[in-house]
Each structure stands twice: as C-alpha cells, then as structure tokens.
Nanobody, 111 residues
Framework: QVQLVESGGGLVQPGGSLRLSCAAS????????MGWYRQAPGNQRELVAS???????NYANSVKGRFTISRDSARNTVYLFMNSLKPEDTAVYYC?????WGQGTQVIVSS
C-alpha cells in the first residue's frame, strides 16, 4: 500500500525557515512526479511546488525564490525547504502523488 508520511511542520517566526519531509512507501519517487500543496483556513488547496521524475521543478508565484523542492531517491524522500517565511505561508502542507496524499503537517508563521 502506498503511504506518504510528512514531518517537519511547526511554529516559526516571520523570516525563519523550515524543512518539510515526505517519506514514501509503495512507490519510488524517481519514477513519479511529486508535489507539495497547502491549504490555509478558508482557502482552497493550492499547489506550492512540484518535481518531475526527470528533476524539473515548478513553483507557485507566491513562493518563488523562497521555497525549494528537492528529492533524495536513495531515501525515497522529497523535501520542501522553506525560507524567508511569511505569515501568509501559514497552512497545512500536504505531500501528493497522483491519487495519494499525506496526512498533512501544520506550519504556523507568527511572531
């Protein structure tokens, strides 16, 4: 069974950084496109970043230059490095592949 397990969320001050991790079982990231999504209260879930099997990346305009998506094929893990965090980045962040979703990890950016 495919499972995506996220970790790394927490409380951080504006301007701070966090690294989110998504560890997978049942699939191999090097053969699939992976994405990070987020959903803030009252908002629709939105795509934050994605990385293809070939390594190409895409980012939402709101996070370009601040967030980086990466993968470690040996560990079968994808990461979202978040820098220069803003209060508007506060959301639950989800790992996604095809029809599979992680459980979500909460990120709160507040002073």
């Amino acid at each position: 069974q495919v499972q995506l397990v996220e970790s790394g969320g927490g409380l951080v001050q504006p301007g701070g950084s966090l690294r989110l991790s998504c560890a997978a079982s049942g699939i191999y990231f090097r053969f699939n496109t992976m994405g990070w999504y987020r959903q803030a209260p009252g908002n629709q879930r939105e795509l934050v970043a994605s990385i293809s099997s070939g390594g190409s990346t895409n980012y939402a305009n709101s996070v370009k230059g601040r967030f980086t998506i990466s993968r470690d094929s040996a560990r079968n893990t994808v990461y979202l490095f978040m820098n220069s965090l803003k209060p508007e980045d506060t959301a639950v962040y989800y790992c996604h592949q095809n029809t599979y979703w992680g459980q979500g990890t909460q990120v709160i950016v507040s002073s």
